[in-house]
Each structure stands twice: as structure tokens, then as C-alpha cells.
């Protein structure tokens, strides 16, 4: 069965550091896609940024970044620049062509020092 | 605005009581998605539909349903409520299954007193 970890259940990082915040996954497919959700004091959840599987190159939206590791089933999150706006929960989440289950991480709470 | 929309946005109800969450997806989506969220949890995922009919079931208790109507939005109704129920639960619904994103209506924060 398909899952989603993230071992870092907190985080800090300084305003205007680069932090990364780790999700690891398991799956014997080779066509999935994959997610980094953002949890604000609001309780919305945010899409953050989506990864294709099939596509080698890395997400980019703005400040945040993923770096993908297919082999290694790995899928971090980097924020570059931290903002005070950014702390938030951050969940990692995978789901693949057909199915019909998001499976989502446990978490990670991102706190930004100002 | 994700245009999911969730009503209602809180709801205060005793033990041993019924509710319904209401959830009305964005237009031109066929999925719907439930998950529940506790204070200070992950999301747990409830249930999925899909043009009406069941496509996935979660960790769900016998005491919840849900269902999804010819005009593709969806009820959850929970009942025999207990304490720990009380959770955040939020809609999603989604375009395709497995390739987009979902989108997450503001969810129904749910207190059982």
C-alpha cells in the first residue's frame, strides 16, 4: 500500500533563510503525482506545488521549490526567503492516475522567527 | 476562493445527536472527496465520490454516511454523535482522479458538546 511519510512533525527557520521540509513516500508505481499542501492559522488548505512523476526537472513556484528524488522516493520541500506569511502546516500528499485516494502526510509545522 | 463551497462553517451540536456537512464542489468537477481533520492532526480521509456513485471508502465510521446527488453536490451526514467527533471536516473536490489537485472547500469545524 501506498505511503506518505514526513518525519519532521516541526520546523524553524529564521525570516529570510531557506528552509526544507522532507516527505518521503512509498509506491511500486511508476506514474503518480505528487503534492506539498499549505495549512495557514486559517485552517484553508493551499496547493503549494505539484510534481509529475515522469517529469525528471524540479517544481517551481516562486519561492518554493521541491527537489524530487524518484529513485529514492523522496519529494522535500524548499522555501527560499522565508516570509512570517509562510508559517503554516505543511503536508505532503501523493495520489496516482485511476485511483481515487489522495493519501496525505502527517505534517510538518513550519514556525518562522522574526 | 477554491470554489468549493462548505456549509455550514461551524456547527455546535450535543452527544448522541445528527448533523449534516453540506458540500458543493467546483463547477465542472465530478469528485468529491471527505476528510476529517482533529486538532492538531493530519487529514485522515472519509470517502469518495464520483458522478454519484462510491468510488473509495477510508477510515469511516458506521455511525457516518455520505452520498452524492445528480447535481454533484454532497451530504455527510454523521450521527449518534460522540466528543470525539469534534473535528475540522473539509470537502475537496477534484477534476480527475489522480492527476490534479484537489481543491478544498473552508471546511465545517464541527464541536460535539
Redesign the interface.
Known amino acids: 500500500a501506498q505511503t506518505v511519510t514526513q518525519s519532521q512533525p516541526e520546523m524553524s527557520v529564521q525570516e529570510a533563510e531557506t528552509v526544507t521540509l522532507s516527505c518521503t513516500y512509498d509506491t511500486s508505481e511508476s506514474d503518480?503525482?505528487l503534492?506539498w499542501y499549505k495549512q495557514p492559522p486559517s485552517?484553508?488548505?493551499?496547493?503549494v506545488i505539484?510534481q509529475e512523476a515522469y517529469k525528471q526537472q524540479n517544481a517551481t513556484e516562486n519561492r518554493f521549490s521541491v527537489n524530487f528524488q524518484k529513485a529514492a522516493k523522496s519529494f522535500s520541500l524548499k522555501i527560499s526567503d522565508s516570509q512570517l506569511g509562510d508559517a503554516a502546516m505543511y503536508?505532503c500528499?501523493y495520489?496516482?492516475?485511476?485511483?481515487?485516494?489522495?493519501?496525505?502526510?502527517?505534517?510538518t509545522r513550519l514556525k518562522v522567527l522574526a | 476562493d477554491s470554489g468549493v463551497t462548505q456549509t455550514p462553517k461551524h456547527l455546535i451540536t450535543a452527544t448522541g445527536q445528527r448533523v449534516t456537512l453540506r458540500c458543493s464542489p467546483r463547477s465542472g468537477d465530478l469528485s468529491v472527496y471527505w476528510y476529517q481533520q482533529s486538532l492538531d492532526q493530519g487529514l485522515q480521509f472519509l470517502i469518495q465520490y464520483y458522478n454519484g456513485e462510491e468510488r473509495a471508502k477510508g477510515n469511516i465510521l458506521e455511525r457516518f454516511s455520505a452520498q452524492q446527488f445528480p447535481d454533484l453536490h454532497s451530504e455527510l451526514n454523521l450521527s449518534s454523535l460522540e466528543l470525539g467527533d469534534s473535528a475540522l471536516y473539509f470537502c475537496a473536490s477534484s477534476a480527475q482522479t489522480g492527476r490534479e489537485k484537489l481543491f478544498f472547500g473552508s471546511g465545517t469545524q464541527l464541536s460535539v458538546l
Open positions: 503518480y503525482y503534492f485552517r484553508q488548505m493551499i496547493l505539484r503536508f500528499a495520489t496516482m492516475p485511476g485511483t481515487y485516494k489522495y493519501i496525505f502526510g502527517t505534517g
